[in-house]
């Protein structure tokens, strides 16, 4: 659809377009304000934190009640230096990018509006002239022919005389009427081929802007909730410092702080002696010479309070800015403290409160995540020694639970070459993940609290609603329905989304997958979640395993190549594994010796001549088109092509929206091939359509049908490749509407990555990215669409899948990931998604499509049994997933 198509409806799509500038410049007005409210909170919060630092100020003794008020200002301190951050990033990536383009924006449709308005006046006074002329000329024409009549009806000389003065009068004027009303019309009708002339322009540049705005405010309003996330983890990250101290629990360090707190200070037990005066005053003289001034102190852990203990220790594992500041992060690593510190924390664990304080201040801190590898390890051992609390006391806590789960991928070391280990791969052999009771407990209470989130959320947007008649009529509605029909659609969304992030966890966690999916199905179970979304959470689970898939040995699988070929070839066994050694020439002559030799061999010397043997390119060129109608004409359609798309041009209306969305994909693909005209991609696609009503056209399907074309150039065969190719390569199931052949390739390709490219797993599952995320053009278009402007690569590739099938499109998509391997580890998920999505962009990139890039795609060892293997396994998921949702 184009803002062209309604070039006559300039003042909707001005007013519309300035609708959108007040709502970009009120977004712009609301962050402006929004980050004032922010700092003038943080202000305030400093200003009261200050003063309860100076009230606290001069209680030296360290008891319990001064360190846990030390640690609480601390707490607000660090508060107020992350709502500062939050400010500043506001200020800088929404505030300034939004002002720069609402002056852009507002600049550029004024201009356009200008030059509209213009040619919409011009035209508007035309057609009010027009109006005018029109109604006088029908009005004078009609004087001038009843005075005519009028003259025919006198019968006296002088009134007939006098009659046919006036009619002649009238007719006068009648005449010079209609020659201005002529001409009138003449201007308007080259006023109006002006306007169409010029408006479509205009309206095709105010859509480009309208499209630029909805895009930037998209990205605005992505780049506030990564701020907020950011803030969010800085804020939580306060609360996870906590675990570390756990790990330096142990019985000889308690008995000796419990033996040095309780060491009697006066020898009571030593026999009394005559003690003179000047003996007396001699050593205590000595003794106040000597004595050092610390023990005179207290023992201060014994006066910490729980809040300030767990800081003291997490601030030990877990520096500030330890990432910016190398010095400070080593002048951490080598520093410590006391153990009692460690040990208090031990015991603080072990109770209700003190696990949720720890975990609270660890979430706080989370924004800190890298730390030492000495100081992971500690970490983890206090998770773990809490972890074993909660099992010993059989403390059911779903709570604790989850945030230890979400904050194990938050934390992270890295090794010499810079590659990430979070903590959950410290904590992952503790037997507490074994229990799938836990699991479900702690996602039960994750959908629940979201479900109130959500709630709460949507009974505020209700209350800010304009209460009216439409509402209360609407409110009668809702309560005539069922009500539970909703609710249970929010429960199901909710739920499925949870699952989703904890299947995320349950990877990184290295569930077993067993464990993994009798969660994932008792919970769908109890929230009555759909089969399909079931069978999705299972798959992404089963698609991370690298290590699930034996396959064949060499020896199996040189019997087994050796057995398809006695098949293939039969009584030509020789003569078929002779042609990988003979000239193209001598294998052309064989083709000749006899009807079935040609039937037998006939493929095996295609692929030799089209992908192995080197061939000057017109010859191939010609080779190529010639096969791929020999490989496609076994399924072409009996129909005539030319009386389909007469029918076609006859009457579109069959094809409703469809014929806006064909004409939209067309003019966007092959602008740069001259081989090809829109018309007659445009052809092909909606004939197809009329043929095969049950698809009828999807996005993609204009890349599949333009490479067949640029290759045969003739429109009836590209159409009736297309076809063949549909039905042969059972293409179909990746354009209708739930798209299942696509759900199994994106199976079969994670678990393919997890198998062949384990390190490229390792960093999918890090950023929770998976094939759906960016390989769906892959298998749709076969490449095409990446490749369009790179024949010598694309032709080759399709040569490929015309012979050997689907095999090829895993082989080049496994290609691919390994060759962007190097962009990919340790990269964020959007870098990724940018790599992955752009793969054939080399300018700031390796190379992927060099010349290389056909034999590799040759050397990946996919074989087609793997490929059955596997989407065997996707069958026995959803079967799974269904007989779950049976059983509900």
Same mark, same amino acid.
């Given at each position: 659809m184009s803002y062209s198509e309604i070039y006559d409806k300039f003042d909707l799509v001005n007013s519309h377009m300035r609708t959108g500038s007040n709502k970009v410049t009120s977004l712009c007005y609301f962050f402006k304000n929004y980050r004032k409210a922010i700092d003038s909170y943080a202000s305030q919060v400093q200003k009261l934190t200050e003063n309860l630092i100076l009230d606290l100020r001069g209680d030296e003794n360290m008891d319990t009640l001064s360190t846990g008020l030390s640690s609480f200002t601390q707490h607000f301190q660090k508060l107020c230096q992350q709502e500062m951050l939050f400010s500043r990033n506001i200020q800088l990536e929404i505030i300034e990018p939004l002002e720069l383009f609402v002056n852009q924006f507002n600049?550029? /449709?004024?201009?356009?509006?200008?030059?509209? +308005?213009?040619?919409? /006046?011009?035209?508007?006074?035309?057609?009010?002239?027009?109006?005018?002329?029109?109604?006088?000329?029908?009005?004078? =024409?009609?004087? =001038? @022919?009843?005075?005519?009549?009028?003259? +025919?009806?006198?019968?006296?000389?002088?009134?007939? !005389?006098?009659?046919?003065?006036?009619?002649? $009068?009238?007719?006068?004027?009648?005449?010079?009427?209609?020659?201005? $009303?002529?001409?009138?019309?003449?201007? +308007?009708? @080259?006023?109006?081929?002006?306007? %169409?002339?010029?408006m479509p322009s205009i309206m095709e540049a105010?859509?480009?802007?309208?499209?630029?705005?909805?895009?930037?405010?998209?990205?605005?309003? !992505?780049?506030?909730?990564?701020? $907020? =996330?950011?803030?969010?983890?800085?804020?939580?990250?306060?609360?996870?410092?906590?675990? =570390?101290?756990?790990? /330096?629990? /142990?019985s000889e360090m308690d008995i000796r702080v419990f033996v040095e707190a309780n060491r009697s200070k006066d020898e009571i037990n030593k026999r009394e002696e005559f003690l003179s005066y000047e003996a007396w005053k001699k050593i205590n003289q000595n003794t106040d010479i000597n004595k050092p001034e610390y023990q005179l102190a207290i023992d201060e852990t014994d006066q910490i309070q729980d809040n300030e203990l767990v800081k003291i220790v997490l601030s030990h594992l877990i520096p500030q800015n330890s990432r910016e500041s190398p010095a400070r992060s080593s002048l951490s690593e080598d520093s410590n403290i006391d153990s009692n510190y460690y040990v208090k924390l031990s015991e603080l664990l072990h109770t209700c409160n003190g696990r949720d304080l720890f975990c609270d201040m660890l979430d706080s801190w989370k924004s800190n995540g890298f730390l030492q590898s000495r100081k992971i390890t500690q970490l983890a051992a206090l998770i773990k020694s809490m972890l074993t609390s909660m099992m010993t006391d059989d403390d059911e806590d779903p709570i604790t639970f989850w945030k230890i789960v979400v904050l194990s991928h938050e934390y992270y070391t890295e090794d010499s070459g810079k590659k990430r280990k979070y903590l959950s791969q410290f904590i992952n052999s503790h037997t507490i993940w074994n229990e799938a009771s836990r699991w479900i407990q702690a996602i039960?209470?994750?959908?629940?609290?979201?479900? %109130?989130?959500?709630?709460?959320?949507?009974?505020?947007?209700?209350?800010?609603?304009?209460?009216?008649?439409?509402?209360?009529?609407?409110?009668?509605?809702?309560?005539?329905?069922?009500?539970?029909?909703? %609710?249970?659609?929010?429960?199901?969304?909710?739920?499925?989304?949870?699952?989703?992030?904890?299947?995320?966890? +349950?990877?990184?966690?290295?569930?077993?997958?067993?464990?993994?999916?009798?969660?994932?199905?008792?919970?769908?179970k109890k929230v009555n979640l759909d089969s399909e979304r079931t069978c999705m959470l299972l798959a992404e689970v089963q698609g991370t395993q690298h290590n699930g898939y034996h396959g064949e040995s060499k020896s199996i699988a040189s019997l087994t190549a050796r057995n398809k070929d006695m098949v293939r070839y039969g009584n030509l066994l020789p003569i078929g594994l002779a042609i990988a050694f003979l000239a193209p020439k001598d294998c052309y002559s064989l083709l000749f010796v006899c009807k079935s030799?040609?039937?037998?061999?006939?493929h095996k010397i295609l692929k030799k001549w089209l992908v192995e043997w080197t061939v000057d390119e017109d010859r191939k060129n010609r080779l190529r088109t010639r096969a791929w109608i020999e490989l496609l004409k076994e399924t072409f359609p009996y129909i005539n092509y030319y009386e389909y798309l007469y029918r076609v041009k006859s009457d579109l209306s069959f094809l409703g929206e469809l014929d806006d969305i064909i004409n939209m994909d067309v003019s966007r693909s092959y602008q740069h091939h001259p081989q090809i005209s829109d018309q007659v991609l445009k052809n092909i696609l909606k004939t197809y359509a009329l043929y095969n009503p049950e698809i009828g056209y999807c996005q993609g399907m204009n890349y599949i049908a333009g490479t067949l074309y640029l290759q045969v150039q003739n429109e009836e065969i590209a159409f009736k490749c297309l076809v063949s190719m549909i039905e042969r390569f059972e293409m179909s199931e990746l354009f209708i509407h739930s798209l299942p052949k696509l759900k199994q390739f994106f199976y079969q390709l994670d678990r393919l990555v997890g198998i062949?490219?384990?390190?490229?797993? !390792?960093?999918?599952?890090?950023?929770g990215l998976s094939s759906a995320h960016f390989s769906a053009p892959w298998f749709i278009t076969i490449f095409s669409s990446i490749l369009q402007e790179r024949a010598n690569i694309l032709f080759p590739l399709?040569?490929?899948?015309?012979?050997?099938?689907?095999?090829i499109v895993f082989k080049t998509a496994i290609t691919i990931l390994d060759a962007v391997s190097g962009d990919i580890y340790g990269a964020r998920f959007e870098d990724i998604m940018f790599r992955l999505t752009n793969v054939q962009v080399s300018s700031s990139f390796k190379e992927v499509f060099n010349e290389d890039f056909i034999s590799k795609i040759r050397d990946v060892n996919i074989s087609n049994r793997l490929l059955?293997?596997?989407?065997?396994?996707?069958?026995?998921?959803?079967?799974?997933?269904?007989s779950k949702e049976m059983q509900n």
């Open positions: 600049t550029t /449709n004024s201009s356009l509006s200008n030059q509209g +308005m213009s040619s919409n /006046n011009l035209l508007s006074k035309s057609k009010e002239k027009l109006d005018k002329l029109k109604e006088k000329h029908l009005k004078c =024409a009609e004087t =001038a @022919e009843k005075a005519e009549a009028l003259s +025919m009806k006198e019968e006296v000389k002088e009134k007939q !005389e006098k009659a046919f003065k006036q009619a002649n $009068y009238y007719n006068g004027v009648a005449h010079k009427v209609t020659e201005s $009303y002529e001409k009138s019309v003449i201007e +308007m009708n @080259e006023c109006l081929d002006e306007y %169409e002339n010029v105010l859509q480009q802007s309208e499209e630029s705005r909805i895009i930037f405010v998209k990205s605005t309003l !992505e780049r506030y909730s990564k701020q $907020y =996330a950011k803030y969010e983890n800085g804020v939580w990250e306060t609360i996870e410092e906590l675990n =570390a101290v756990v790990g /330096n629990i /142990n039960g209470c994750a959908i629940q609290t979201k479900l %109130e989130a959500d709630k709460a959320s949507l009974e505020k947007s209700r209350k800010r609603k304009r209460k009216g008649l439409f509402n209360s009529l609407k409110k009668l509605a809702n309560n005539a329905l069922k009500k539970d029909v909703p %609710e249970e659609r929010a429960i199901k969304s909710a739920a499925f989304m949870i699952i989703s992030q904890f299947n995320y966890h +349950m990877i990184h966690m290295g569930l077993p997958h067993d464990l993994a999916n009798a969660v994932i199905l008792n919970v769908s030799w040609k039937e037998i061999i006939y062949l490219l384990p390190e490229v797993n !390792e960093a999918f599952k890090e950023v399709w040569d490929l899948f015309l012979l050997e099938g689907w095999k059955r293997d596997l989407e065997s396994e996707y069958e026995n998921l959803k079967l799974r997933a269904h």
